[in-house]
């Protein structure tokens, strides 16, 4: 039972280059999200999933985009890198976000510079 | 908007030492208030949480306090150890979306 994996670990871009960060969740959760995390700014989410074919945005979604093809897989796409997105990712899911106590279980992360 | 506020930023404890990390929330359709330890190079992970039916909860060294009328929460590490030193997030969840929000952090040291 792999739970949440990310690829890639690190990751460097050049300002304007496009990538897919890649999430994957084996535990068969309907919520999925992606979050960015900052120095003093903790953790901010970017898009979220409540099942296939449903997404929507989070508090900071401006440069990225994401789908939900499968209930296994959110890829993240920077569709033109910026110095500014400059960060650590992060995919998290869950069981059922409509229920309370649902854990939100992490992915390692995937580290980010934009150059 | 910061719709969770989390202090202090950092702390520094000894070794048995209680620190206390507060966390205060504006929406009051939260019902769901979870905190996450992170250690470096790690993805967070639950530690512990509460509803808002309940005063206080805890869970071995672990204590969350949770003041609904003052919409604040507190996390209470008993005896605290060097292994203790994380990042801790406070969070809350609920409202039309149950978006998962999270404060900005404070960074734990116990120092031995």
């Known amino acids: 039972n792999a739970g949440v994996t990310q690829t890639p670990k690190f990751q460097v871009l050049k300002t304007g280059q496009s990538m897919t960060l890649q999430c994957a969740q084996d535990?068969?959760?309907?919520?999925m999200s992606w979050y960015r995390q900052d120095p003093g700014m903790g953790l901010r989410l970017i898009h979220y999933s409540v099942g296939a074919g449903i997404t929507d945005q989070g508090e900071v979604p401006n440069g990225y985009n994401v789908s939900r093809s499968t209930t296994e897989d959110f890829p993240l796409r920077l569709l033109s890198a910026a110095p500014s997105q400059t960060s650590v990712y992060f995919c998290a899911s869950s069981y059922n976000q409509g229920a309370p106590n649902t854990e939100a279980f992490f992915g390692q992360g995937t580290r980010l510079t934009v150059v | 908007q910061q719709q969770v506020k989390q202090s202090p930023q950092s702390l520094i404890v000894q070794k048995g030492g209680i620190p206390i990390i507060n966390c205060a929330y504006e929406n009051t359709a939260f019902d769901y208030f979870p905190w996450y330890q992170q250690f470096p190079g790690k993805g967070p992970a639950l530690l512990i949480a509460i509803r808002p039916d309940v005063s206080e909860k805890k869970e071995g060294r672990f204590t969350i306090s949770f003041n609904k009328s003052a919409k604040q929460f507190s996390l209470h590490i008993m005896d605290s150890q060097p292994g203790d030193s994380a990042t801790y997030f406070c969070?809350?969840?609920?409202?039309?979306?149950?978006?998962?929000?999270f404060g900005t952090g404070t960074l734990l040291a116990v120092q031995p």
């Open positions: 969070a809350a969840r609920g409202g039309a979306t149950n978006k998962l929000i």
């Open positions: 535990m068969n959760h309907e919520y």
